[in-house]
């Protein structure tokens, strides 16, 4: 039984993504403000807590809300959004630390999940980027913002971006298109238009991956996961294909004592 991809899980991280697993509560869903029981929910985040050795009160969340914000974590932080929603950090979709034993997480079903690691400056990201936070380019700005505040270079930042809805079943409206158009860069090869149909399909994961070459991360430092949320329902939530689903958790930390 498969819980997880990991991007990394060594001596000096531990990240990655949480699975759907049939065999687990509520199939593994990590995420209080989608519906769900919450006993069985807390459940599922202790389970995972148990399998990486931390307890839930070194989790960081955010109360998510498709915002291009980006908030610092210290260790008063610490457990915040844990145990309930109401506690989460309010209005943000990104989170960074410097503290090690703090373990970052985004939820999302087919959203883009996007982790970052410093190795340098000991510094470790989570961001959440759907669609509206993508036309913000949240992931851009994130980086950005480290540069500028936090002494980070971005030729030596490492990224995972995560398992989400793939181009070929993202289709979206024109309204979508005219704001992604809009984007502070070329976005033409992240759209895709049928001439037929008139529909139009994004490249989500693309149009992060640019964001971070844009702003100095080498295209070899980014690991891309393949999965497609909306079309491997035994392994992954789609709220695009469900409406009422769970979320997968992202998940960063810099393991303590390293």
């Not at 087919?110 to 690691?117: E, G, H």
């Not at 070899?220 to 789609?238: A, H, L, M, R, W």
């Not at 695009?240 to 810099?254: P, Q």
Request: glycine share 6%.
């Amino acid at each position: 039984m498969k819980k997880y991809i990991l991007w990394k899980n060594d001596g000096m991280l531990a990240a990655g993504t949480t699975l759907r697993v049939a065999e687990q509560p509520e199939n593994f869903n990590m995420a209080l403000h989608v519906g769900g029981d919450k006993e069985n929910i807390l459940k599922n985040r202790n389970k995972f807590c148990e399998d990486f050795n931390i307890s839930l009160n070194q989790c960081v969340f955010a109360q998510q809300t498709h915002s291009d914000h980006l908030i610092k974590v210290t260790n008063v932080d610490s457990g915040k959004g844990s145990n309930d929603d109401a506690s989460a950090i309010p209005d943000c979709d990104a989170l960074y630390t410097k503290e090690k034993g703090i373990m970052l997480g985004v939820f999302h079903a087919d959203c883009v999940p996007v982790l970052i690691y410093d190795p340098i400056q000991e510094l470790i990201c989570a961001i959440h980027a759907g669609w509206q936070g993508t036309v913000k380019e949240i992931t851009g700005k994130a980086i950005n913002y480290l540069k500028e505040n936090e002494g980070v270079d971005p030729s030596q930042l490492l990224v995972y971006i995560g398992p989400a809805i793939c181009q070929d079943n993202f289709e979206v409206g024109e309204e979508v298109v005219e704001l992604i158009k809009n984007m502070s860069f070329d976005t033409s090869a992240f759209v895709y238009q049928n001439t037929e149909t008139k529909k139009a399909y994004v490249d989500n994961k693309g149009l992060n991956r640019e964001q971070c070459i844009l702003a100095g991360v080498p295209y070899t430092n980014i690991s891309v996961d393949k999965n497609c949320t909306y079309s491997n329902q035994e392994n992954f939530f789609s709220y695009r294909r469900d409406k009422n689903c769970g979320r997968h958790m992202s998940f960063i930390m810099m393991k303590e004592g390293k």
